[in-house]
DNA sequence: AATGATTCCAACCGCCGTGGG
DNA sequence: CCCCACGGCGGTTGGAATCAT
């Protein structure tokens, strides 16, 4: 039997307006995400819940970065798309930043293209392991034990990060420092450029920014520890689960250590400006649409510097 | 300038997993 | 157990924007 329609007939379908995101946001301030089927019928508005969510989380919630890809970007999608298939939500939360759909949207248009160009003017191999219909120099199994080395490593340098001499301030500066500094990293986080985009975008935009300060006022609400673990690590739940470490012993005590080191506190202390790359705002809504991070296992600049680093087997992308 | 083709992306659709009753 | 409601995910689509002629 067929399931019925999530969504009654009646309701409204199609772009969403600035006035039904101002509603929807409004509504998330003080009701903080979650509970999606209430918020048709508490809103008033005329959507079925899942547009309401998708609205949300595809658009609306702080600290998207829409639009120019940046290199780093464009070769963590390639190599974590080679890696873990079409599964977006995943991929998508190695990179904090962008949606799910975005990042689906970016492949399907772009990326595909430009490997099947490569596949197809003969530059066999340039891509290495990251291009999917590229032949591949090293097997999937070898990406694998590959990947459980680095996130082994990547566990240890972790926990020397939480060893007890270090406070969560000085981890998480370090964290920001080695962000800062790194340039492929930085320029991964901060190219903020402003996308062409239509002059309802910004101001969609700045309905997010609307809650700038709503979180500094009701910080518990949407606070979850794995958002606070997404500050830090952004993500990881993916690269050594592909079905087996959710939820690992590791992880959960890494979790918890994450959550005993970063208060919500901290991390208000240290963000003052709304920022897209690392704004505790961002991180925490984001974890209502990456909910499943909970396999935590490796700090986010070490798998990306992982992802990004080529010696091994990866040649220079040159599209 | 007009028009047809192509690109892009926001949103929808339908399936699946999960948890509560 | 079974059923159902719900949230999440990946695939697909419609139409606006852009490009080419």
């Known amino acids: 039997m067929g399931r019925p329609p999530c969504c009654d007939k009646g309701v409204k379908k199609g772009p969403w307006t600035p006035e039904e995101d101002i509603i929807l946001v409004s509504y ?21 819940s899942k547009s309401c969510r998708l609205r949300w989380t595809n658009y609306l919630r702080p600290g998207i970065k829409r639009g120019n890809f940046t290199e780093q970007e464009e070769k963590m999608i390639i190599h974590l798309q080679a890696l873990l298939g ?5 991929i998508a939360a190695y990179l904090p930043q962008r949606t799910d759909n975005d990042i689906k949207n970016y492949w399907n248009t772009y990326l595909k293209k430009k490997l099947n160009k490569l596949e197809a003017s003969g530059s066999e191999g340039s891509l290495g392991h990251g291009g999917v219909s590229v032949s591949q ?40 420092s080695n962000l800062s500094n790194d340039n492929s990293t930085a320029s991964f986080y901060n190219s903020t450029k402003p996308t062409p985009s239509i002059s ?15 979180m500094k006022s009701t910080p ?17 739940d993916t690269a050594s689960s592909e079905g087996t470490t959710k939820g690992s012993s590791t992880s959960v005590e890494l979790s918890e250590t994450f959550e005993t080191l970063f208060g919500y506190e901290s991390l208000e202390s240290s963000n003052s400006e709304f920022s897209p790359s690392l704004s505790p705002e961002g991180t925490l809504f984001q974890d209502e649409s990456k909910p499943d991070i909970t396999g ?3 700090p986010f600049s070490l798998l990306e510097k992982w992802l990004l680093d080529d010696s091994g087997c990866q040649e220079k992308l040159s599209f």
């Open 86 to 90: 079409n599964r977006w939500a995943a």
């Open 296 to 298: 935590i296992d490796v």
């Open 28 to 48: 998330i301030q003080d009701h903080g995400p979650g509970n999606w089927k209430a918020v048709p019928t508490n809103t008033g508005l005329s959507r079925c």
């Open 220 to 236: 518990k609400r949407a606070a979850t520890q794995n958002s606070i673990i997404n500050l830090a690590c952004a993500g990881a």
């Open 200 to 214: 309802y975008a910004s101001s969609a935009d700045n309905i997010a920014r609307l809650l700038k300060g709503w």
């Open 137 to 176: 120099p090293m097997s999937r199994g070898q990406w694998e034990r590959r990947l459980q080395t680095d996130i082994h490593m990547a566990k240890k340098a972790l926990s020397e990060a939480l060893s007890p001499k270090k406070t969560s301030s000085t981890f998480l500066a370090e964290l920001n």
